[in-house]
């Protein structure tokens, strides 16, 4: 497939390709998929280690809009060599990433620095940090050498856009809590990265944003009891008392991604239902 064949004219709010890491089962990549299908993308590119739960991924795309073209490719996103093969096996098959959304992440272990082994510390930065940095350079290579398409509606105020990075960090990479260090430390690394990238890639019609989730209701906050009762108390915090679904995360990615945020850069956009206010 060529980029020929993937939707670019106008009325498409997402012409173009979209990728999503973490993107298996009931999540928060499996939303953003899901709602990138929703939204109009015609070419969308996935990837999680969990290869049965990323099929059930492809297919529930299908079900949304069969004319989806569905890229797959199961893998370690902390992985230099996955990460560089993905990206490029996605480019030599359309040309182009326009929208990546960086999903891929683990919970904390819920022990303070002392108690923490160091290889427990490695896990947890190797997937939160360390994959979602090696994803997101993989793709700022890819789009800078290709060229920025025009607003999808034809307005011409909007400048020409590149591609689009939305990194998934955390609200507790803003406040802490306790026994939660080392994966609070591995979520303020993806803001901070974030906003560096921000900074450097701004001149060549990148824009780079990160979201910051609350206590969002998926198979990793849901599925262990242990766990679920131990996060109870950190729903009650938060003003709205209750969980937050996945697609309300998507919303928010989507929107990063979009022309209607044309002018957001290197911003870490909370949703968490109230969690940091308290």
């Known amino acids: 497939m060529s980029i020929s064949s993937v939707t670019l004219g106008n009325g498409n709010e997402f012409p173009g390709v979209a990728l999503v890491t973490g993107a298996a089962g009931s999540g928060i990549g499996a939303a953003v998929a899901k709602a990138f299908a929703t939204s109009g993308c015609k070419c969308i590119a ?4 969990n290869a049965s739960k990323l099929e059930q991924t492809r297919e529930e795309i ?6 989806v073209v569905v890229l797959t490719a199961a893998g370690d ?9 993905f990206i490029n096996s996605v480019i030599s098959e ?3 990433i326009d929208y990546a959304v960086n999903c891929a992440g683990i919970l904390g272990n819920n022990q303070s620095s002392t108690d923490t082994s160091l290889p427990e510390f490695d896990r947890i930065n190797d997937i939160n940090y360390r994959g979602c940095w090696l994803s997101s350079r993989a793709e700022l290579r890819a789009m800078l050498k290709q060229q920025p398409l025009s607003d999808p509606f034809g307005d011409a105020r909007r400048p020409p856009a590149r591609g689009a990075i939305v990194n998934i960090a955390s609200q507790l990479g803003i406040v802490g809590r306790p026994r939660c260090t080392a994966y609070s430390a591995s ?16 001149e060549h019609g990148i824009r ?8 969002i209701d998926t198979p990793m906050t849901n599925s262990d009891p242990r766990v679920a009762s131990m ?10 008392k209750r969980m937050g679904r996945p697609e309300e995360v998507a919303d928010a990615a989507l929107f990063l991604c979009s022309h209607k945020a044309s002018f957001i850069q290197g911003t870490s956009l909370v949703v968490d239902g109230g969690y940091i206010l308290n």
Do not use: H
């Open 187 to 202: 979520k303020a690394a993806v803001m901070a990265m974030t906003r560096g990238d921000a900074i450097d890639y701004a």
């Open 208 to 215: 780079i944003n990160s979201i910051c989730p609350g206590i």
């Open 62 to 67: 299908a079900v949304i809009n069969a004319d």
């Open 46 to 49: 996935i990837t999680d280690i």
């Open 77 to 85: 996103i902390a992985d230099e060599r996955f990460v560089n093969a």
């Open 94 to 96: 359309t040309g182009r």
């Open 231 to 240: 996060l109870q108390a950190s729903v009650e915090i938060a003003p709205m």
